[in-house]
C-alpha cells in the first residue's frame, strides 16, 4: 500500500479517536470548572443550528447551559494540554 493510502485511512481514524478522547476528558471537567452549572450534551447530539449561541459552543434548555460536544471537546483538549505543559514544565524545572 503506498503511504498516501494509509495517511487516507489513518487521518479519519486518528481523529475521531482524538475526538472521542477529548470529549471524554471535557465531560470530566466542564462541570468541575463550571461548578456545576454547565452541563454537556451527548456525543451525537444533532440541534438545530438556530439553538446555538456564540458559535455553536452552547445552547439553552430551560435555563441550564448546555454545551455541545464539539466544545466539551475543545475543553477536553485545552485541559490536556495545560496538564501537558504543566507536566513538562515541572519536569525540565526539576532538572
Request: charged fraction near 20%; aromatic fraction near 10%; hydrophobic fraction near 45%.
Amino acid at each position: 500500500m503506498p503511504a498516501s493510502i494509509d495517511a487516507e485511512l489513518l487521518q479519519p481514524i486518528l481523529e475521531a479517536v482524538l475526538h472521542v478522547v477529548g470529549y471524554c476528558v471535557g465531560r470530566v471537567t466542564v462541570p468541575i470548572i463550571s461548578l456545576g452549572r454547565w452541563k454537556c450534551d451527548r456525543f451525537l447530539r444533532d440541534l438545530p443550528r438556530r439553538k446555538l449561541r456564540r458559535g455553536g459552543f452552547y445552547h439553552l434548555r430551560g435555563q441550564q447551559v448546555y454545551l455541545t460536544a464539539e466544545a466539551t471537546a475543545l475543553v477536553g483538549f485545552v485541559v490536556c494540554g495545560v496538564v501537558i505543559a504543566g507536566f513538562l514544565s515541572w519536569h525540565f524545572s526539576a532538572r
